[in-house]
């Protein structure tokens, strides 16, 4: 996935949140597949999980996905629908 940040955003929902959408979506999909880390992160992330920080970065996103749909939704759902965050 392109324009990636090593480390999701924490807190408060961000432009980069609206413009990885997708991602966190398929990496949700890709955990409830029973998919590991690894593959997530060459698959859907398109990073090599032998680099480092590599596994770091796919648990900030995975964390972030998780914090989308669950305490921050209605912050993001606000959020989304301003096309100024």
């Known amino acids: ?13 961000t432009d980069y949140d609206r413009r990885q959408l997708a991602l966190y979506a398929a990496l949700l999909d890709a955990e409830a597949a029973g998919v590991g880390w690894q593959d997530a992160a060459a698959t859907v992330m398109l990073i090599d999980p032998g680099q480092e920080g590599a596994e770091r970065c796919w648990a900030s ?11 921050g939704l209605a912050q993001a759902s606000e959020a989304f629908g301003n096309p100024r965050i």
């Open 1 to 13: 996935m392109p324009n990636l940040v090593p480390l999701a955003p924490q807190n408060h929902v």
């Open 61 to 71: 996103h995975i964390a972030r996905a998780r914090w989308i749909i669950g305490e």
